[in-house]
Antibody, heavy 123, light 110 residues
Framework: EVQLVESGGGLVEPGRSLRLSCAAS????????MHWVRQAPGKGLEWVAG????????VYAGSVKGRFTISRDNAKNSLFLQMDSLRIEDTALYYC????????????????WGQGTMVTVSS | QSVLSQPPSASGTPGQRVTFSCSGS????????VHWYQHLPGTAPKLLIY???QRPSGVPDRFSGSKSGTSASLAISGLQSEDEADYYC???????????FGGGTKVTVL
């Protein structure tokens, strides 16, 4: 069964850091791009970051660029999101999603999603 | 506010056909294929349509997508109660250099 399981969410104060993880199974992880997508309470989906199959290329939404870093460990079938300088507006349910391609082409779609991990930024 | 505009809501009775749009610009939909996602609250989003008009295996043919110019549309024919969900369009945007989602359309089955 193809599966993505996120972990690492929690309550954190503004300005602090948090690292999310996503464990993948049921498919050849190293063959595909991976992404993070978030949903703030009561809001719609927002793409956050993407990484290609060999970690050579990362792309970020403007709202997180310079603060968040996406990475992957193909040997451990794992995806990560290092979130620094967290802001209240980063409060959201963070989803890990599998891309349909190996490179970050504009045609990439997200065909497998996890259940999400909640991040709450509050003092 | 997203660069992709979707109507906030759409509704229909069981068996009806419902169609709603996703309006973009020359830096996104005008250049690239659109994908559609179905999201039931509390569950993982699901890829419904990719590359503007293709259905992944397992998605009923009641769902169809199209694109023309800087707009795309999703149609649900033979509306069923289990189709009640939020639907999002998504596409790459050259100006933002990333993927963007529409604001979502909440479909209600009356």
């Amino acid at each position: 069964e193809v599966q993505l399981v996120e972990s690492g969410g929690g309550l954190v104060e503004p300005g602090r850091s948090l690292r999310l993880s996503c464990a993948a199974s049921g498919f050849t992880f190293e063959d595909y791009t991976m992404h993070w997508v978030r949903q703030a309470p009561g809001k719609g989906l927002e793409w956050v970051a993407g990484i290609n199959w060999k970690s050579g290329t990362h792309v970020y939404a403007g709202s997180v660029k310079g603060r968040f870093t996406i990475s992957r460990d193909n040997a451990k079938n794992s995806l990560f999101l290092q979130m620094d300088s967290l802001r209240i507006e980063d409060t959201a349910l963070y989803y890990c999603a599998k891309g349909t391609q190996s490179l970050l082409y504009s045609t990439d779609a997200f065909d497998v999603w996890g259940q999400g991990t909640m991040v709450t930024v509050s003092s | 506010q997203s660069v992709l505009s979707q109507p906030p809501s759409a509704s229909g009775t069981p068996g009806q056909r419902v169609t709603f749009s996703c309006s973009g610009s020359s830096s996104n939909i005008g250049l690239y294929p659109v994908h559609w996602y179905q999201h039931l609250p509390g569950t993982a989003p699901k890829l419904l349509i990719y590359t503007s008009d293709q259905r992944p295996s397992g998605v009923p043919d009641r769902f169809s997508g199209s694109k023309s110019g800087t707009s795309a549309s999703l149609a649900i024919s033979g509306l069923q109660s289990e189709d009640e969900a939020d639907y999002y369009c998504a596409v790459w945007d050259d100006t933002l250099n990333g993927w963007v989602f529409g604001g979502g359309t909440k479909v209600t089955v009356l």
